[in-house]
């Protein structure tokens, strides 16, 4: 199985900061990399796919980058409804498998 | 507008199975495959298994071979995930997600709460 390694696990940010959280995968999964963002209670939200592509209605603040095993999901401006948790996902090869989350709290 | 809707909260005692549904709407239901994640309380997410819709061919995580069956009825739109012998650390919330035009999974189900209880 493709074990996915998300740092940090968590992290304190200001509203306005930049946030940036990387995703290394123990094997090479190209480009098949997904970002998402769950908050308490409610299901995930797909925010990336193909490790840069944006998803539909998702604003810009969000990007990501990488290939290979390194990547990265970097928030330009953290807002006040972006506190949550993040995660990544391989879908390069079964079993699908998942990062164990990064928590975005309020500094 | 697409979406998947799972039915309710399920309350189990060890050895039940549950089986839980998720009905699409909003676009060709064939042509589109559903995962099934689960979430354990205070955990992060834990891919089950896949179904293509257009055949029922499905795939599992190892993990729950012998345990998980997916299957789908394409009269109502409603793709089922059925877990049996349940145990204590099936207590999760269990989510459909449907792979809709980025082979991610694009949209979720609201979720279902399953309890493991004695």
């Known amino acids: 199985d493709i074990q996915m390694t998300q740092s940090p696990s968590s992290l304190s940010a200001s509203v306005g900061d930049r946030v940036t959280i990387t995703c290394r995968a123990s094997?090479?999964?190209?480009?098949?990399l997904a970002w998402f963002q769950q908050k308490p209670g409610k299901a995930p939200k797909s925010l990336i796919y193909a490790a840069s592509s944006l998803q539909s209605g998702v604003p810009s603040k969000f990007s990501g980058s990488g290939s290979g095993t390194d990547f990265t999901l970097t928030i330009s401006s953290l807002q006040p409804e972006d506190f949550a948790t993040y995660y990544c996902q391989q879908y390069n090869d079964y079993p699908l498998t998942f990062g164990g989350g990064t928590k975005v709290e309020i500094k | 507008q697409v979406q998947v809707v799972q039915s309710g909260a399920e309350v189990k005692k060890p050895g039940a199975s549950v089986k839980v549904s998720c009905k699409a709407s909003?676009?060709?239901?064939?042509?589109?495959?559903i995962h099934w994640v689960r979430q354990a309380p205070g955990q992060g997410l834990e891919w089950m298994g896949i179904?293509?819709?257009?055949?029922?061919?499905?795939r599992n995580a190892q993990k729950f071979q012998g345990r998980l069956t997916v299957t789908r009825d394409t009269s109502t739109k409603t793709v089922y995930m059925e877990l049996s012998s349940l145990r204590s650390e099936d207590t999760a919330v269990y989510y459909c997600?449907?792979?809709?035009?980025?082979?991610?999974?694009?949209?979720w189900g609201q979720g279902t709460l399953v309890t493991v209880s004695s």
């Open positions: 997600a449907l792979e809709y035009n980025t082979s991610s999974f694009d949209f």
């Open positions: 094997q090479g999964i190209s480009n098949y």
């Open positions: 179904i293509n819709p257009s055949d029922s061919r499905t």
């Open positions: 909003g676009y060709t239901f064939n042509s589109y495959y």
